[in-house]
């Protein structure tokens, strides 16, 4: 590091090699390297990618350990929905890491100034949101169809001795499939609350809110209006798709539920998206 | 080249920047010098396009910055706060911004070297010092090859050797010929960097003009004067078209006059001198005239404690002749009287302030 009596700047070797304009493409490699380049992901990550197997092996197994002791009521429950049994626990557990990758990956970029440094390389702020939208979805909803079809096998083999789970009987593949749709719209999802909130403690706290709590005290609201909160809440919506009973509060179909939790999505980013033009970076 | 048109910023009730008017021009060393809270960092975000600007506006060769196709290539910026993830590497930070703008990995080998991170390139960014922190923002700055580049606040945090270093890059990027604007606090460091100065104060453009200019303006000097029989000798000078600033010790400064003319008055009258001391006051004197009455905030205690928000009227435009009277009556400003009681006021002694 020493000081230097002149300094020269090399111009850039090649000039073919760059015009240095900030289009699509370009900031989906920018947020593909910035995903890859911190801890956080890695972190978030392993949460679902081990936890939500363990789950699906750990249920059957206990289920299957005690299936002769079992009284007819619990194994009609089993029964019914043997892919929900599989997939519950650790769906409901693995959510937890993609959430809060999804809030890090644009409230971090506040809360550490980030966002000044990606904002001066793509001022065009809506492009860099749909962007990172794209590399992020894009990565949750691969490694959850993944998982969750790793998750349903091992589960099926931890099941075999007492009962057979086929992948296409009934609509055990739309349950499986739908777990890592899920959790890609999930990712979205709590990205978009990062983006809203832009503080990283605030939006994991309003999303594990949103997921432990609202989605299910709603459901005590009497009548007709408790129904509809129920069923149109977002992540209970989009829950639907992971399994084939849903409580008779529930007014919606499998993919009608997962398309309101799209348009929620849908609603939030665009929200999203003119705030983030709107405010100060 | 860098334009600001009218460009104002509000926040609630409050004008950080105030119909600002300036051009910095390429091939030289722009220095943008206010106060702590007088609107440099709002005026820089306003340019990068990180802030709104209420109203006015700020473009870049013609062009406001959200709308610039290749943003890097063309202005390389280095903030006052910090805008890196900790937990990435400077590498990887910098590998990010390139590929944002498709500019050839070599490059980040190149600005890597330049600002001498090169041993440390592989760390979290997290935990570096201040001094490199700076460092990987200015090879950030540079990453884009760009004309124009931006500094805030460089030299905080800086050792006297990666100052030195700084101030010869700023002036090497100049040589250049490309356009270079640099914020501080300090007229010190203006003075030694700077071919052209625009100074800020609560949010006003208070001056646009080289540097050269400015200082022949604002090297006001004065004759300090000391005598048992002050009392009698000062209307005698002030008579003579001399302005008289009676201190608190016994002692006066007088202005537009030399020691030799105020010798010959004691002579005449007979009355006797102990000290006779030609004084040249600092830039940074001038500095804090200029902006006595444009900082937000004052350390309590002094005389001109309270926001002084209304305490003088401003320039009605950048280049009404607020000058001419700076310099012809030299205190023009508030803290003019002397104050009989005690010290001069001393205006500027607000303490350090992020931003």
Same mark, same amino acid.
């Given at each position: 590091?020493?000081?230097?009596?002149?300094?020269?700047?090399? +111009? $850039?070797?090649?000039?073919?090699?760059?015009?240095?304009?900030?289009?699509?493409?370009? /900031?989906?490699?920018?947020?593909? +390297?910035?995903?890859?380049?911190?801890?956080?992901?890695?972190?978030? *990550?392993?949460?679902?990618?081990?936890?939500?197997?363990?789950?699906?092996?750990?249920?059957?197994?206990?289920?299957?350990?005690?299936?002769?002791?079992?009284? !007819?009521?619990?194994?009609?429950?089993?029964?019914?929905? !043997?892919?929900?049994?599989?997939?519950?626990?650790?769906?409901?557990?693995?959510?937890?890491?993609?959430?809060?990758?999804?809030? $890090?990956?644009?409230?971090?970029?506040?809360?550490?100034?980030?966002?000044?440094?990606?904002? /001066?390389?793509? !001022?065009?702020?809506?492009?860099?949101?749909?962007?990172?939208?794209?590399?992020?979805?894009?990565?949750?909803?691969?490694?959850?169809?993944?998982?969750?079809?790793?998750?349903?096998?091992?589960?099926?083999? +931890?099941?075999?001795?007492?009962?057979?789970?086929?992948?296409?009987?009934?609509?055990?593949?739309?349950?499986?499939?739908?777990?890592?749709?899920? *959790?890609?719209?999930?990712?979205?999802?709590?990205?978009?609350?990062?983006?809203?909130?832009?503080?990283?403690?605030?939006?994991?706290?309003?999303?594990?809110?949103?997921? /432990?709590?609202?989605?299910?005290?709603?459901?005590?609201?009497?009548?007709?209006?408790?129904?509809?909160?129920?069923?149109?809440? !977002?992540?209970?919506?989009?829950?639907?798709?992971?399994?084939?009973? +849903?409580?008779?509060?529930?007014?919606?179909?499998?993919?009608?539920?997962?398309?309101?939790?799209?348009?929620?999505?849908?609603?939030?980013?665009?929200?999203?998206?003119?705030?983030?033009?709107?405010?100060?970076? | 080249?860098?334009?600001?048109?009218?460009?104002? @910023?509000?926040?609630?009730? @409050?004008?950080?920047?105030?119909?600002?008017?300036?051009?910095?021009?390429?091939?030289?060393?722009?220095?943008?010098?206010?106060?702590?809270?007088?609107?440099?960092?709002?005026?820089?975000?306003?340019?990068?396009?990180?802030?709104?600007?209420?109203?006015?506006?700020?473009?870049?060769?013609?062009?406001?910055?959200?709308?610039?196709?290749?943003?890097?290539?063309?202005?390389?910026?280095?903030?006052?706060?910090?805008?890196?993830?900790?937990?990435?590497?400077?590498?990887?930070?910098?590998?990010?911004?390139?590929?944002?703008?498709? #500019?050839?990995?070599?490059?980040?080998?190149?600005?890597?070297? #330049?600002?001498?991170?090169?041993?440390?390139?592989?760390?979290?960014?997290?935990?570096?010092?201040?001094?490199?922190?700076?460092?990987?923002?200015?090879?950030?700055?540079?990453?884009?090859?760009?004309?124009?580049?931006?500094?805030?606040?460089?030299?905080?945090?800086?050792?006297?050797?990666?100052?030195?270093?700084?101030?010869?890059?700023?002036?090497?990027?100049?040589?250049?010929?490309?356009?270079?604007?640099?914020?501080?606090?300090?007229?010190?460091?203006?003075?030694?960097?700077?071919?052209?100065?625009?100074?800020?104060? #609560?949010?006003?453009?208070?001056?646009?003009?080289?540097?050269?200019?400015?200082?022949?303006?604002?090297?006001?000097?004065?004759?300090?004067?000391?005598?048992?029989?002050? &009392?009698?000798?000062?209307?005698?000078?002030?008579?003579?078209?001399?302005?008289?600033?009676?201190?608190?010790?016994?002692?006066?400064?007088?202005?537009?006059?030399?020691?030799?003319?105020?010798?010959?008055?004691?002579?005449?009258?007979?009355?006797?001198?102990?000290?006779?001391?030609?004084?040249?006051?600092?830039?940074?004197?001038?500095?804090?005239?200029?902006? &006595?009455?444009?900082?937000?905030?004052?350390?309590?205690?002094?005389?001109?404690?309270?926001?002084?928000?209304?305490?003088?009227?401003?320039?009605?435009?950048?280049?009404?002749?607020?000058?001419?009277?700076?310099?012809?009556?030299?205190?023009?400003?508030?803290?003019?009287?002397?104050?009989?009681?005690?010290?001069?006021?001393?205006?500027?002694?607000?303490?350090?302030?992020?931003?």
């Amino acid at each position: 590091m020493a000081a230097t009596e002149s300094v020269t700047i090399n +111009t $850039l070797p090649g000039n073919g090699a760059g015009s240095g304009h900030a289009h699509f493409g370009r /900031l989906l490699v920018a947020e593909w +390297t910035k995903l890859r380049s911190v801890r956080s992901t890695y972190w978030s *990550l392993i949460t679902v990618v081990l936890a939500f197997p363990f789950f699906s092996w750990l249920i059957p197994f206990l289920i299957a350990h005690n299936w002769n002791q079992a009284d !007819p009521g619990s194994r009609a429950q089993v029964l019914q929905d !043997p892919v929900s049994t599989i997939i519950g626990v650790g769906i409901d557990l693995g959510q937890f890491g993609i959430a809060v990758l999804g809030v $890090l990956v644009m409230a971090s970029e506040y809360s550490t100034g980030m966002i000044r440094s990606t904002v /001066l390389a793509s !001022p065009r702020r809506v492009r860099m949101l749909a962007a990172k939208s794209v590399v992020f979805t894009l990565l949750a909803l691969v490694i959850g169809e993944i998982v969750s079809f790793v998750a349903f096998f091992i589960g099926q083999l +931890t099941f075999k001795s007492v009962l057979t789970v086929n992948l296409g009987a009934g609509t055990n593949l739309r349950e499986v499939v739908g777990a890592g749709l899920y *959790l890609g719209m999930l990712a979205l999802f709590s990205m978009v609350i990062g983006a809203l909130i832009r503080h990283p403690a605030g939006a994991i706290t309003g999303v594990v809110l949103l997921l /432990l709590v609202i989605s299910n005290i709603i459901q005590l609201i009497p009548g007709a209006a408790g129904k509809y909160l129920y069923s149109y809440e !977002p992540t209970n919506a989009g829950a639907a798709i992971l399994t084939n009973h +849903t409580s008779d509060k529930f007014l919606l179909t499998a993919w009608e539920g997962y398309a309101v939790f799209a348009g929620w999505t849908a609603l939030l980013w665009v929200l999203a998206a003119w705030l983030l033009v709107r405010r100060d970076a | 080249m860098i334009q600001a048109t009218a460009l104002t @910023k509000r926040y609630g009730t @409050k004008v950080a920047v105030d119909h600002a008017e300036f051009t910095v021009a390429p091939g030289k060393v722009t220095g943008f010098l206010g106060p702590n809270g007088a609107g440099k960092s709002t005026t820089m975000r306003m340019i990068l396009g990180l802030d709104r600007p209420t109203s006015g506006s700020v473009t870049i060769n013609g062009i406001p910055y959200d709308k610039l196709a290749a943003p890097l290539r063309e202005v390389g910026a280095l903030l006052d706060a910090k805008a890196v993830h900790g937990g990435r590497s400077a590498y990887n930070h910098l590998q990010v911004l390139a590929k944002a703008n498709g #500019l050839p990995r070599a490059r980040v080998d190149t600005v890597i070297d #330049l600002v001498g991170l090169h041993s440390v390139a592989k760390k979290r960014a997290g935990g570096f010092s201040l001094g490199m922190g700076q460092r990987l923002g200015i090879a950030a700055a540079l990453l884009g090859d760009p004309g124009i580049v931006m500094f805030d606040e460089p030299v905080n945090g800086l050792d006297p050797e990666g100052i030195l270093w700084i101030r010869n890059l700023m002036k090497a990027l100049a040589a250049e010929g490309r356009t270079v604007f640099v914020s501080s606090h300090l007229m010190s460091e203006m003075a030694l960097t700077a071919d052209h100065l625009v100074v800020i104060g #609560l949010g006003r453009i208070l001056a646009d003009e080289p540097m050269a200019e400015f200082i022949a303006k604002n090297s006001v000097s004065y004759v300090l004067v000391r005598s048992p029989q002050m &009392a009698d000798l000062a209307p005698k000078l002030a008579l003579r078209g001399w302005r008289v600033e009676m201190q608190g010790d016994g002692s006066a400064h007088v202005y537009d006059a030399k020691p030799s003319q105020i010798g010959d008055v004691a002579g005449t009258e007979q009355l006797w001198l102990h000290e006779l001391t030609l004084v040249h006051s600092s830039l940074e004197e001038a500095f804090m005239r200029l902006t &006595a009455s444009s900082v937000e905030y004052h350390a309590g205690g002094t005389a001109g404690t309270g926001t002084t928000q209304d305490a003088a009227k401003p320039p009605s435009s950048p280049d009404a002749p607020v000058w001419g009277e700076a310099a012809g009556d030299g205190r023009a400003q508030p803290p003019a009287e002397p104050d009989p009681s005690g010290q001069p006021p001393t205006p500027y002694q607000n303490s350090e302030r992020g931003q």
